[in-house]
């Protein structure tokens, strides 16, 4: 099987984000950049259905600025065999659709049989490129999904997801299809240190939107469907109370003060 | 970047050295630290790591072939820095596998012992121990009293060691002995009639780790467990060698995170005047000295390294190593509680953990003062340890 990986470079989730002075982005320095969480995932199934399936391969598709190159390399010491960094300054300030778009573009020519990728990026949350790449490449999609089983044949995949009220969904989609990886899935492995050393000798290619054949107008902030008027940090949570006594007092402080200073029973 | 990098040591990293290091410090914030307070309580090793760290490939990580990752110096030294920002509990059971075990059956041993032992110590299945010291002789282990006498196609050892890292679980120990033709290293297997080990429980430092004696009584095993390279305690002493420069990089890793500790501690304390204690200027003067020390030392591993990588570092560099990065250590953990006041002593930092377990290192792999006289002989040519 062929299989492609989104991934996506993120802040490591215990950054301390701050806000430009201009409001127009979060302060990069200083920041650890990591593969995004559900990313993870998605390179993990990707390598076990690898290991399963003879013959099949992994792509790590990525679209970001340069730095993102040594996140794919973390991937290719996971056990992925080549990556792809879709790297323009015309991306800039690019939304979904414009990044959509162009992954959707570089992984047409591959003919993959299976695209996996985390159900949402942790850094803006948008949860919105898997299903308009699926929308693009005209496939079948299967979204935030905790177990997947592809068929002995390859030619179909079962997968479940959680919804409302703790029962499961089974899709069945044909394939190539697009699946995007909830937590639980599976255990990502480290990258062994072996693979690290062995990540440097393998296939890596970048390509800017020329060689893709899109113009800025298409996928840069000109491309974009959505502006990010201004970014700002939530107000400060003012800090809880705790009630102090015997549980039955405690409880009784409790409910005068939801009901006289919550007003909210 | 790993914290303190204060002149930018992470540029003259490869990405791949910078990768191997940052794998590890995942494994142990996520894996480790966790538990590691439970351990050290209790005075045990977490076990379920251990298929993890062979998985990594940090068993022998530096040793070429045979299962083992085959990786630089640098990445090697790297990985030792980390596992014991985790704790030197941690890092000590990567050295006494790597270093001390793996690296003398892959120095000393034959092909047969090598592709017998070696795989599966890479892989985490079989755990080696080291025994050179005695209970008699410590920092003068030419002295032992360990004796392998030949008789027919076997040895029979008899003695004792003391301190062994690792030495109940081991499946395999390498141990030193007394023969007719000098000291030489020997292949003793768990479960051999007249071998037996006994752990050594209330100790106070190095709580994460597993100390044992262990007692050879006519303990008969066959000649083929004679490790054939090994030449007098020089091969001995060339163990500690590989062992003593991960440690100088460990060093690092465990004064980093007192420092580390005692810096954030610092700015969100407050006693006087409402400011943070990192405002006064006792407070200052003690972290400027900290992160001066950690440079140095850093700079020290990082020259190491290199020469390590390029065959050119001989004995007396390590020591100077070993020895200034320790005190450095022990020095920075030192202050570190000083600045927790109270809460320096309690297990909710990992500062008193840390500074208990450097008094082990600060002793094992050749006390502080031995390494004076290797140096001192080294700038002399006069030994002194008579
Ligand atoms: C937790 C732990 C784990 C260990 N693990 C292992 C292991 O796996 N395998 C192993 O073989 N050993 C191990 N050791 C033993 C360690 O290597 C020895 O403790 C060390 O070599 C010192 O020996 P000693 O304790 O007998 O002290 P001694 O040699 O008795 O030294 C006592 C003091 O005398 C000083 N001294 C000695 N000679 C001189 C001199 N000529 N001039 C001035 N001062 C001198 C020393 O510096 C020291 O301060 C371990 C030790 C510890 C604490
Ligand atoms: C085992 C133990 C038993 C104890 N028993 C008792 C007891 O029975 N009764 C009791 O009342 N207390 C007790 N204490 C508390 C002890 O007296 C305090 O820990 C001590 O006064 C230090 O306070 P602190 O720990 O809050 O440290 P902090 O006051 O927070 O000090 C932290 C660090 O900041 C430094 N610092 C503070 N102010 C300044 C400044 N202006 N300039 C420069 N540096 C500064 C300190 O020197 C220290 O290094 C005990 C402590 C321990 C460890």
Not at chain 1, 127 to 141: D, H, R, S, T, Y
Not at chain 1, 158 to 163: D, E, L, P, S, V
Not at chain 1, 239 to 263: N, T
Request: glycine share 8%; aromatic share 8%.
């Amino acid at each position: 099987m062929k299989i492609g990986v989104l991934m996506k470079q993120v802040p490591d989730t215990e950054t301390k984000i701050r806000i430009k002075d201009d409001a127009s982005g979060i302060v990069v320095d200083g920041i650890k950049w990591v593969m995004n969480p559900y990313d993870e995932y998605a390179v993990e199934e990707a390598l076990r259905i690898k290991e399963k399936k003879a013959g099949s391969t992994v792509t790590i598709i990525s679209m970001g600025p340069k730095r993102s190159v040594e996140t794919i390399r973390t991937g290719l010491a996971m056990g992925a065999d080549s990556g792809i960094l879709i790297d323009d300054p015309a991306l800039e300030g690019a939304d979904c659709y414009a990044t959509a778009k162009a992954l959707a573009k570089v992984m047409e020519p591959e003919n993959f049989d299976l695209i996996l990728c985390g159900k949402q990026a942790i850094d803006d949350d948008s949860a919105q490129v898997p299903q308009m790449v699926a929308e693009f490449l005209g496939m079948p999609q299967a979204m935030v999904i905790d177990k997947l089983v592809v068929s002995d044949d390859g030619k179909k995949a079962t997968c479940y997801r959680r919804i409302e009220g703790g029962a499961k969904e089974v899709l069945e989609v044909d394939l190539p299809a697009i699946v995007a990886a909830e937590k639980g899935l599976n255990e990502p492995r480290y990258a062994s240190l072996p693979g690290i050393m062995k990540a440097k000798s393998k296939p890596f290619k970048e390509i800017n939107l020329g060689a893709l054949g899109l113009k800025a107008e298409e996928v840069g902030a000109k491309g974009a469907k959505l502006k990010v008027k201004k970014y700002f940090l939530p107000a400060e949570k003012a800090p809880g109370k705790i009630i102090p006594g015997e549980p039955e007092d405690a409880a009784r402080a409790l409910v005068k003060m939801l009901r006289e200073e919550a007003k909210v029973v | 970047m790993r914290e303190p990098d204060f002149y930018l040591l992470d540029e003259l990293l490869t990405p791949e050295e910078r990768m191997v290091r940052d794998t590890v410090a995942t494994f142990v914030e996520r894996e480790f630290l966790p538990k590691v307070n439970e351990h050290f309580d209790k005075v045990s090793f977490p076990m379920e790591l251990v298929p993890r760290m062979a998985e990594l490939g940090i068993f022998g990580a530096n040793l070429k072939g045979y299962g083992c990752a085959g990786m630089n110096d640098m990445s090697y030294g790297l990985i030792m820095q980390e596992l014991e920002r985790g704790d030197s509990g941690l890092r000590s059971f990567a050295t006494v596998q790597g270093a001390l075990s793996m690296f003398p059956i892959w120095a000393f041993g034959n092909e047969e012992q090598k592709q017998k032992w070696l795989p599966r110590m890479a892989r985490g299945e079989a755990l080696g121990a080291f025994g050179l010291t005695e209970p008699d002789f410590g920092s003068n282990p030419k002295a032992m009293r360990t004796r392998a006498r030949k008789s027919g196609k076997k040895y029979i050892l008899n003695g004792a060691k003391m301190w062994i890292t690792n030495g109940t679980i081991a499946e395999i120990a390498v141990v030193w002995a007394q023969t007719e033709q000098g000291i030489r290293g020997f292949l003793v297997e768990k479960g051999t009639p007249g071998f037996t080990t006994h752990e050594i429980k209330q100790k106070y430092s190095l709580r994460c780790s597993i100390t044992a004696e262990l007692f050879f009584e006519d303990c008969e095993i066959p000649e083929e467990n004679l490790l054939p390279g090994t030449k007098g305690l020089g091969s001995a002493l060339a163990c500690l060698d590989q062992a003593r420069f991960g440690i100088s990089f460990g060093s690092v890793g465990a004064a980093a995170a007192c420092f580390i500790c005692a810096r954030d501690y610092a700015l969100k304390r407050i006693q006087f005047g409402g400011k943070p204690i990192a405002s006064h200027q006792l407070m200052q003067e003690k972290l400027a000295d900290m992160l001066t020390e950690i440079t140095k030392a850093q700079l020290v591993c990082f020259r190491l390294g290199r020469l390590k990588e390029a065959g050119k570092a001989n004995w007396s560099q390590i020591s100077l190593a070993k020895r200034s990065n320790l005190r450095m250590a022990r020095d920075v953990a030192r202050t570190a509680r000083e600045i927790l006041g109270a809460a320096g002593i309690v297990l909710d930092f990992p500062v008193i953990r840390h500074f208990t377990n450097l008094e082990s290192v600060y002793t094992y792999e050749g006390t502080h003062d031995i390494h004076t006289l290797i140096l001192g002989q080294a700038i002399t040519g006069i030994p002194a340890f008579e």
